[in-house]
């Protein structure tokens, strides 16, 4: 009787798994969508749970030992499986974005579903694009790989994390706490996108992000603005004056020492991404807007890949339901982020934030701040092999040469592999830009599904 | 046999019957305050009706004869009784603010109990100060002369309305609809509070109120603000910077044209303020505030009594629940309120301030504008009888010489008789400045409620 698992098959049979597949893989997606694994609101902390342990019995089912170890947030996944060969690492996260407003949903964000949409057919849902559809692509890939060859492709292991989205508090404690478990040759981090909807993109430049909520107190209660109005000191006033002075006229950020450690882009960078022939009219185009409102001196994708920003994600303060009251509120609040880039210092910013809203506090306000995550700016090494191969596996899938770009989103995992575990990391993704991750009606392209599975396969081809 | 009706008693037995009568003077003000009439809320639009049918059913039950007129918004309370001596208009509104945040009050808002003060008892509940308990301390003096006399004093119109905290919207068509109706010598305006929570108070100077409500949008959803910030318009940046620019460094209204119409206090009001000696330190000391935030050149009783002022009551935009959420929201709003003063012109204002916010809009950035009611200041006209008559009552009954005062508060009701039904107004009432209206943990002094009641009882006493 012929053992199929001893010789080798060819890519094309696990490329035609994939296909023959896919009906299957969409189901346990949709498993896994199903669970609302909403990191940052702690009412959702079992489903995260949940999420975890649907991970590892699928990892199981796999062939991998895995396990959902406790942290003192959501569960860490991780998973060993494999022999031989080059040792990946794989990184992915299964908790989701908060999903207000809710009304501006088309249907339940927690009950995906195929759409036809204008592009092809779509998988929406919470988490479709950010992260659950890419990080399923990968472990979609091996069980291909398993099923043609009988084996893993090579020595892997696997790390899904639960608090992507909420500032990754048990992350670092993590990692040194089990450097000797999660060593690998490279890390594979599969949470970004494709360049402008088609180019296979890896991503060797990412964002810092640094977070901090401002809450200004004034009156120990709210007053009425008749009886106090002109005469008590209004904390939304106070608030408003101190954002409103972030940027100046030419958007230019205002915190002392904001630009330290920030570098100019070398030049054979600045070339290749002006090849890149950015569609910047198209990309604000698809949202509603046509302008570049960062700084004035900037083009549209220093501002979205190698500057720094600063940007109210939020603000409240009174009422703010039907109608109206008139409140002199006792505080009003807002949550502020910086995106860095370069040798920005998050610890030292967030001193000098601080200081900068402490010394603008007129008198009778006090002010208070939350923690939110800091994280340093990334820039990779792309001396690994997996990067040749990365880009052959890619500009094959998907025809198009594959690029290697800047990303303005944080994913802090790629320093933080490098600084615990003195690893490189490779961030290659599927996503696309009206993917709506972060907002209502979150979707992942079927294709982008199909392809990024398809897209694993050969890559491990290329590396094994 | 002797005719109790028709011999008149001596005020002394009126007096007399309140005191007796207060236990179930409370239990009817429960009642009342047990329905939840939030006009604001659309939610709890059967519960203003309640409240009505209730006023009207207590109006009949003292003889009068009673109605609960329909408007677009919530049902106005007319009842008409008595007859001979001057005629009276009674207003009160029975209406109440919103109670967020809910977990801020110490009991169920609409659960009213009496419970122990540091200054005695008071009655806990939304709207027992603003201004159910206050409008039934007129109809609880009318109740103890009926008993004692067998008759209403005199000639009374009560007209009760269900949208002061809203902005009055039914109130004018239905004033210009019943003319004839609510003709009287002069309105009594229950719905103010008692100068330094000690001196009976006769309020002379009201500020008007412009609402308005600010919507800006940039992007056509909310956006990920790794992927977008830094290239795309933030409208809560935007808002922030309108906002800041409200007043300049000195307190004052950046609004063209904001101070026309504002005249300066009559040096007689000034130096009769200036006897009243406004102790500032205390009226800001109790809600934890010690420096007047006004403009600075004026005193703290300029501020909140004769001064305009613009306000920002609420703000709201991007993520503000637990943890963080880096998105780029698609819009940002704010509630702005002005008080206003002398002749200032709330439609020309409107009109002003939404062309300075026009004015200040960015490229890819849109405003919507929503109303929330207009009335101009209100001046009394001290001519008629009742106000000497009231001197006297208050002077009488609190031991303290009665004073006349302005008000921060907006109580348009008295603009609006004087404008449509040609009759002055005198406002009266018992609230005390810790009462806190429109936040949590609304009260109403036990104290206050009674000597209102025999205060009224005393002012009728004088007039007929």
Redesign the interface.
Known sequence: MADAAASPQPLDTVLARIDQDLPEALDRLFDLLRIPSI????AYKPDCARAADWLVADLQSLGFEAAAHPTPGHPMVVAQGGAGGPHLLFYGHYDV??V?PLD?WARDPFDPALEDGPKGQVIRARGSSDDKGQLMTFLEALRAWKAVHGTLPCRLTILLEGEE???SPSLIPFLKAHQADLQADIALICDTGLFQDTSPAIVTML?G?L?E?VVIR?????????????????P??V???I?????DDEGRVQVPGFYDGVTELPDAIRAQWQNLAFD?AK??GD?????????SDRT?LE??WS???A???????????????????GE????V?F?LVGAQDPVALRKSFRDWVQAQL???CSVSFLE??ASPAGHMQITHPAFEAARTALTTEWGVPAAYVG????IPIAGYFKTYLGMDAMLVGFGR?DD?????NEKYDLECFHKGIRSWARLLGELV
């Open positions: 990191s940052t609101d702690p974005q908060p207000d501006l989205e909420s500032g964002r992000l977070g909520e004034a009156a120990n209660k709210d007053l009425h603005s008749g009886m106090f109005g002109g005469l008590a000191r209004n939304i006033h608030l408003t004056r954002l409103a002075g972030l940027h910047h990309f604000l949202v509603g807007l046509s302008i570049p409102a960062g700084e549209p501002m979205i500057r720094p920003t940007e109210v994600n939020g603000i409240t303060g009174g009422y703010s339901g039907d109608g109206f009251k008139t409140v002199l509120p009003a609040r807002a949550k982020s995106r007129p008198g009778d939110h995550g990303c303005g989103g944080s830009d709506q991750i972060h907002s209502p």
